[in-house]
T-cell receptor
Framework: AQSVTQLDSQVPVFEEAPVELRCNYS??????LFWYVQYPNQGLQLLLK??????LVKGINGFEAEFNKSQTSFHLRKPSVHISDTAEYFC???????????FGSGTKLNVKP | ETGVTQTPRHLVMGMTNKKSLKCEQH?????MYWYKQSAKKPLELMFV???????ENNSVPSRFSPECPNSSHLFLHLHTLQPEDSALYLC???????????FGPGTRLTVL
């Protein structure tokens, strides 16, 4: 079975500092990878996705993620965070071979002034 | 974002009530999903519909009954719920079941 691991349940960071949210997945076949963001009392919004091609993917709000096949990782980064980035971030994996979405348990990013 | 809408946004119900949650997608997608999001728990996939056919039921109690009359609409009928069913219920849709999912804003359900 496929799985997605987000090791950090909470990440506190000061405003304008860089941040990395970690995501690892388990799959021996080709995958599609996604990051979603959820602001309080809202649904999930797609930040970025990797389907194929360049391993560095740029998304909305200045976020980017890098697909590393050898380490089965898809970490999310932002060089300088804002207070408005405070939210919960979910990593997800799917693929044409397994026809289903698997979500990680989420990482709460708390940006402090 | 109005691609996927959910009504109502908030619902409070007693354990003996019957209510329904509605989801509508305007994206021309073929797959629709119900998720349950409880505090301090991972996102739980409940049901998947692909071309109006239910393709997944993740051991959901029978007090939750989904209905998908067409590719654009998805309902979740609720009856005799328990307080532990209080959660945010999210609907999503995608072109097919491995494609990017687009989420609605959710219905915050409270069972008294």
């Amino acid at each position: 079975a496929q799985s997605v691991t987000q090791l950090d349940s909470q990440v506190p960071v000061f405003e304008e500092a860089p941040v990395e949210l970690r995501c690892n997945y388990s799959s021996s076949v080709s995958v599609y990878l996604f990051w979603y963001v959820q602001y309080p009392n809202q649904g999930l919004q797609l930040l970025l996705k990797y389907l194929s091609g360049s391993t560095l993917v740029k998304g909305i709000n200045g976020f980017e993620a890098e697909f590393n096949k050898s380490q089965t990782s898809f970490h999310l980064r932002k060089p300088s965070v804002h207070i408005s980035d405070t939210a919960e971030y979910f990593c997800a994996v799917s693929g044409y071979n397994f026809n289903k979405f698997y979500f990680g348990s989420g990482t709460k990013l708390n940006v402090k002034p | 974002e109005t691609g996927v809408t959910q009504t109502p946004r908030h619902l409070v119900m007693g354990m003996t009530n019957k209510k329904s949650l509605k989801c509508e997608q305007h994206l021309g997608h073929n797959a629709m999903y119900w998720y349950k999001q409880s505090a301090k728990k991972p996102l739980e996939l409940m049901f998947v519909y692909n071309f109006k056919e239910q393709t997944e039921n993740n051991s959901v109690p029978s007090r939750f009954s989904p209905e998908c009359p067409n590719s654009s609409h998805l309902f979740l009928h609720l009856h005799t719920l328990q307080p532990e069913d209080s959660a945010l219920y999210l609907c999503a849709s995608s072109q097919d079941s491995a494609d990017t999912q687009y989420f609605g804003p959710g219905t915050r359900l409270t069972v008294l």
